[in-house]
C-alpha cells in the first residue's frame, strides 16, 4: 500500500482512537439524543464533500426540526464543517491536487474570514431561519444556470484565473458575501463560490467543486474558532457525528464522486438545492404563507423540475460533455 493511501487509515485509526478516549465524557448525551448523529453524518459529508453544497444544507433542516435551537445548529454546522470538509479537503488532494485553484483561495479566505468576523461578532442575528430560506431562494434561482448549461452544452475550458485588479475585487466582494452568510446560517460562501467561478470566470466545474470545498473547510475552522471564543459551542453533537463524518470525508465522498463524473455530480447538486428550498418553504414560520399557496408553489416547481430533468436526460445524458471536467487525474 503506497503512502497516499495509508494515511486516511492512519487519520482514521486516529480519530476512531480519541473517539473511544473521550466517549466516557459524551456517551449520556449520544445514547439519549444523539444516537442518529453517526448516520447523518455519513449522508451530510457525503454532500458537503461531493458537491459545493456544505453539510449545514443537510443538518440544518433536520436539526431545526428535531427542536435543536437555529443558533447551535448554525455553530454546529460550522465546527462539524471544519473537521469533515477538512477531511475531504486532504482527500481530494491525495485523488487529484490539480483540481485546487491554488491562485484564488488566499485571496477568498480573506474575504470570507473578514465576513465570518463581521456577521459572528457584529452583527449576529436572532433568526437563522428567515436568511436561510432567502439564501435557499436565491441558490434555487442559480441552479437554473447550472440546468441550462447542461442543456445547451456549455463550455469551461479554463483552470486558472488571471488575478488582475478587477477579478481579485470580484472575488474578495464575493467571498465576503459568502463569509457573512456562512456567519450567520453555518454555510453559503461554497455554494456562491461555485457560481462565481462557473458563472463568472468560465472555470472547469470539477476544479470548481472541489476548491469551493476547500474554501468552506477553511472558513468554517475560522468561524468556529470565533464561536469557541464568544459562545458555548454543542460539543455532544459535534463529537456524535464524528463517526459518520470521518468515514464519509475520507472514503466515500471522493469515491462516488469519482465515479459519478462532473455532470451526474452537477445533477445530484441542482436536485439537493431543490429539496432543501423544498423543504425549507413547507416548514419556515418566518413568512406567513396559506397552506394553498404553499401546495401551488410547490407543485409548481415539482413539475418544472420533473419536466426540465426529463430534457437533461434525453438530450444530454448519453452525451457526456467532458469541458465540464472529470475528478480523476488523467494517466
Same mark, same amino acid.
Given at each position: 500500500?503506497?503512502?497516499?493511501?495509508?494515511?486516511?487509515?492512519?487519520?482514521?485509526? $486516529?480519530?476512531? @482512537?480519541?473517539?473511544?478516549?473521550?466517549?466516557?465524557?459524551?456517551?449520556?448525551?449520544?445514547?439519549?439524543?444523539? !444516537?442518529?448523529?453517526?448516520?447523518?453524518?455519513?449522508?451530510?459529508?457525503?454532500?458537503?464533500?461531493?458537491?459545493?453544497? #456544505?453539510? +449545514?444544507?443537510?443538518?440544518?433542516?433536520?436539526?431545526?426540526?428535531?427542536?435543536?435551537?437555529?443558533?447551535?445548529?448554525?455553530?454546529?454546522?460550522?465546527?462539524?464543517?471544519?473537521? @469533515?470538509?477538512?477531511?475531504?479537503?486532504?482527500?481530494?488532494?491525495?485523488?487529484?491536487?490539480?483540481?485546487?485553484?491554488?491562485?484564488?483561495?488566499?485571496?477568498?479566505?480573506?474575504?470570507?474570514?473578514? +465576513?465570518?468576523?463581521?456577521? $459572528?461578532? &457584529?452583527?449576529?442575528?436572532?433568526?437563522?431561519?428567515?436568511?436561510?430560506?432567502?439564501?435557499? =431562494?436565491?441558490?434555487?434561482?442559480?441552479?437554473?444556470?447550472? =440546468?441550462? %448549461?447542461?442543456?445547451? *452544452?456549455?463550455?469551461?475550458?479554463?483552470?486558472?484565473?488571471?488575478?488582475?485588479?478587477?477579478?481579485?475585487?470580484?472575488?474578495? %466582494?464575493?467571498?465576503?458575501? @459568502?463569509?457573512?452568510?456562512?456567519?450567520?446560517? +453555518? &454555510?453559503? /460562501?461554497?455554494?456562491?463560490?461555485? =457560481?462565481?467561478?462557473?458563472?463568472? !470566470?468560465?472555470?472547469?466545474?470539477?476544479?470548481?467543486?472541489?476548491? %469551493?470545498?476547500?474554501?468552506?473547510?477553511?472558513? %468554517?475552522?475560522?468561524?468556529?474558532?470565533?464561536?469557541? !471564543?464568544?459562545?458555548?459551542?454543542?460539543?455532544?453533537?459535534?463529537?456524535?457525528? /464524528?463517526?459518520?463524518?470521518?468515514?464519509?470525508?475520507? =472514503?466515500?465522498? #471522493?469515491?462516488?464522486?469519482?465515479?459519478? @463524473? #462532473? *455532470?451526474?455530480?452537477?445533477?445530484?447538486?441542482?436536485?439537493?438545492?431543490?429539496?432543501?428550498?423544498?423543504?425549507?418553504?413547507?416548514?419556515?414560520?418566518? /413568512?406567513?404563507?396559506?397552506?394553498?399557496?404553499?401546495?401551488?408553489?410547490?407543485?409548481?416547481?415539482?413539475?418544472?423540475?420533473?419536466?426540465?430533468? $426529463?430534457?437533461?436526460? *434525453?438530450?444530454?445524458? *448519453?452525451?457526456?460533455?467532458?469541458?465540464?471536467?472529470?475528478?480523476?487525474?488523467?494517466?
Amino acid at each position: 500500500m503506497t503512502n497516499k493511501k495509508r494515511f486516511p487509515y492512519i487519520i482514521l485509526a $486516529i480519530a476512531a @482512537g480519541l473517539w473511544i478516549i473521550l466517549f466516557p465524557y459524551f456517551y449520556k448525551d449520544f445514547f439519549n439524543e444523539f !444516537f442518529y448523529m453517526p448516520f447523518l453524518g455519513i449522508i451530510a459529508a457525503t454532500v458537503a464533500n461531493t458537491t459545493p453544497a #456544505a453539510a +449545514g444544507i443537510v443538518y440544518f433542516p433536520i436539526l431545526t426540526r428535531l427542536h435543536v435551537l437555529p443558533a447551535t445548529a448554525v455553530q454546529f454546522n460550522m465546527m462539524i464543517q471544519a473537521y @469533515g470538509m477538512g477531511l475531504g479537503t486532504f482527500k481530494w488532494f491525495l485523488v487529484n491536487k490539480k483540481l485546487f485553484i491554488c491562485e484564488v483561495i488566499p485571496i477568498c479566505l480573506v474575504g470570507g474570514i473578514i +465576513g465570518v468576523v463581521v456577521s $459572528i461578532i &457584529f452583527f449576529p442575528i436572532g433568526n437563522p431561519e428567515l436568511l436561510t430560506l432567502v439564501f435557499n =431562494f436565491i441558490a434555487f434561482m442559480l441552479t437554473q444556470i447550472i =440546468f441550462f %448549461s447542461i442543456l445547451w *452544452k456549455h463550455k469551461y475550458p479554463r483552470l486558472h484565473i488571471d488575478l488582475n485588479t478587477i477579478n481579485i475585487l470580484i472575488l474578495i %466582494s464575493f467571498s465576503f458575501l @459568502g463569509g457573512l452568510i456562512s456567519g450567520w446560517i +453555518g &454555510f453559503g /460562501i461554497d455554494t456562491i463560490f461555485y =457560481f462565481v467561478l462557473t458563472v463568472i !470566470f468560465k472555470i472547469n466545474p470539477a476544479a470548481a467543486i472541489v476548491t %469551493s470545498i476547500s474554501l468552506m473547510a477553511a472558513v %468554517s475552522v475560522a468561524g468556529t474558532l470565533i464561536n469557541a !471564543f464568544f459562545y458555548e459551542v454543542p460539543l455532544s453533537l459535534w463529537y456524535s457525528a /464524528i463517526p459518520g463524518v470521518t468515514i464519509a470525508g475520507l =472514503f466515500l465522498a #471522493a469515491y462516488l464522486a469519482v465515479k459519478l @463524473g #462532473a *455532470k451526474n455530480v452537477l445533477i445530484l447538486f441542482t436536485f439537493l438545492l431543490s429539496i432543501d428550498f423544498f423543504v425549507t418553504l413547507w416548514t419556515q414560520h418566518s /413568512i406567513p404563507i396559506n397552506q394553498t399557496l404553499r401546495l401551488l408553489i410547490t407543485y409548481v416547481l415539482i413539475v418544472y423540475l420533473i419536466f426540465i430533468h $426529463i430534457k437533461i436526460f *434525453k438530450k444530454s445524458y *448519453k452525451d457526456i460533455d467532458t469541458s465540464l471536467g472529470e475528478f480523476r487525474p488523467r494517466e
